[in-house]
């Protein structure tokens, strides 16, 4: 029998993959334009980071990483994410002295979750990490890289941003045993999952799924209400750049997520047009993260998409522009042998001239028929025709593919006919 991939480790086709290179261009653009530089760690690490950061108690950590042993002895994790990375290389590098940075990623992650649409246990992620700045126009800039990323793939108005405050170390500790109190006598009316949550980490009982677990908390303690002043002027200070800015959100009291390393500013873009993994993005404020890893007191916030999701959604909503999905925009067609190379050479001056477009060339002969079904699959929007005749007069054959009339024209007219087409 062949052998399969693995269970949740899908691969992405050729038709797909237009669809993720789309998305990795735009946002490589909007970051270049914010400013931020790229940053690649690897995809292993010591288990001990990810225990360190996310949290010994989380779902993570508890239940969905690849761990394993390697030759050595030593115990190794496939990252479950990419931040804990970025701050341990950003200490060991010395990137944190005196000094701001304000990096991008990108690439796969490991969860070993129950695969479904939308959730995979390779996964991969687009992300933003910024050191050195508390102010929460930071915080509010990375909301604004985001929404102009939305904005750029055309999928805006498809997804809406939440937002909360978890506030500070303190204020979370001082609301935890406020929670655990409140519930604790109404124990017996909690859904399981929730009843093992509540000694372990009474915070993610708020954003249970179960219904009866959220009637129940209609009357609980808010975590607003703990937070201290600081944590509230911070949280001021955001949304009125978000309004500044024009960028609408939704404050939900209950959006907390399941990584232990935030404090203050958590958010989450959610989308409807995905089910249950509707969350394509999340991200927050993570101050005391890299003093916990080891490094000097430092200022952390940031984001990552969820690349799949991401493209699941442009899928859905077709924004996917044709040049991403097609193979070809020009396709050359040689009749006989003698205008192969003919053809060729036409084919290398076209590519010089537009270095943008992709020009394929016909090869293995067949009927002009024949020839013309493969330039029709390809996507391409014009076929390019030399035959004897053109061969002789020194002309080619101009066929629009997508409708329109069939034209001869000389080399010269022919680039200047292909540099008006509007991908070019
Ligand atoms: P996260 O919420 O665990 O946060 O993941 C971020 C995004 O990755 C999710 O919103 C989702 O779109 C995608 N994602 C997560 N798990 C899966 C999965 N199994 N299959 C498909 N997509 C998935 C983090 O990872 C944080 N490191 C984000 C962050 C960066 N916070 C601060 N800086």
């Keep these: 029998m062949a052998i399969q991939s693995v269970r949740g480790m899908p691969d992405i086709l050729p038709e797909q993959a237009g669809a993720w290179r789309y998305l990795e261009q735009q946002a490589q653009q909007i970051f270049d334009a914010y400013g931020l530089t790229q940053i690649r760690t690897p995809m292993v690490e010591d288990t001990a980071l990810f225990a360190r950061s996310i949290g010994d108690v989380t779902d993570i950590v508890e239940k969905e990483m690849y761990t394993f042993e390697d030759r050595s002895g030593d115990s190794l994790t496939l990252r479950p994410e990419l931040t804990a990375g970025v701050v341990r290389a950003a200490i060991e590098n010395g990137l944190l002295h005196n000094q701001t940075q304000r990096l991008w990623y990108q690439g796969p992650a490991f969860r070993h979750e129950r695969p479904q649409k939308g959730r995979y246990r390779q996964f991969h992620q687009i992300g933003v990490e910024c050191f050195g700045i508390a102010d929460a126009r930071m915080d509010a800039e990375l909301i604004e890289i985001t929404d102009q990323l939305w904005k750029q793939l055309g999928i805006r108005h498809a997804v809406g941003l939440e937002l909360n ?5 303190e204020a979370r500790a001082h609301y935890r045993a406020a929670l655990v109190d409140f519930l604790s006598s109404r124990k017996d009316q909690l859904d399981e999952d929730s009843q093992s949550r509540l000694d372990r980490s009474p915070l993610r ?20 209400d703990s937070l201290t002043k600081e944590d509230r002027e911070h949280f001021t200070a955001l949304t009125s750049s978000l309004e500044e800015a024009g960028i609408e959100f939704k404050i939900n009291p209950r959006l907390v997520r399941g990584l232990d390393y935030y404090g203050r500013t958590v958010f989450e873009w959610t989308t409807q047009k995905l089910g249950a993994q509707g969350t394509i993005c999340g991200g927050g404020r993570y101050d005391g993260l890299v003093e916990h890893l080891g490094g000097r007191s430092t200022p952390g916030v940031g984001f990552a998409l969820g690349m799949e999701r991401v493209v699941l959604l442009m899928e859905s909503l077709d924004v996917v522009p044709d040049m991403y999905q097609n193979q070809a925009n020009i396709y050359l067609m040689p009749q006989q042998s003698e205008c192969e190379s003919v053809i060729r050479e036409l084919a290398r001056t076209l590519r010089t001239h537009f270095p943008k477009l992709r020009v394929l060339t016909h090869i293995g002969g067949g009927s002009l028929k024949s020839q013309l079904k493969k330039a029709d699959k390809s996507g391409a929007a014009i076929g390019l025709i030399i035959g004897h005749t053109e061969l002789e007069s020194g002309h080619i054959v101009y066929k629009p593919l997508r409708g329109g009339e069939q034209e001869m024209l000389t080399e010269a007219a022919l680039i200047n006919r292909i540099s008006e087409l509007k991908d070019a």
């Design 205 to 224: 009982i708020l954003d249970s799924k179960i219904d009866s677990t959220q009637a129940l908390l209609v009357d609980a303690p808010s975590l607003m």
């Design 165 to 169: 405050s978890i506030g500070s170390p």
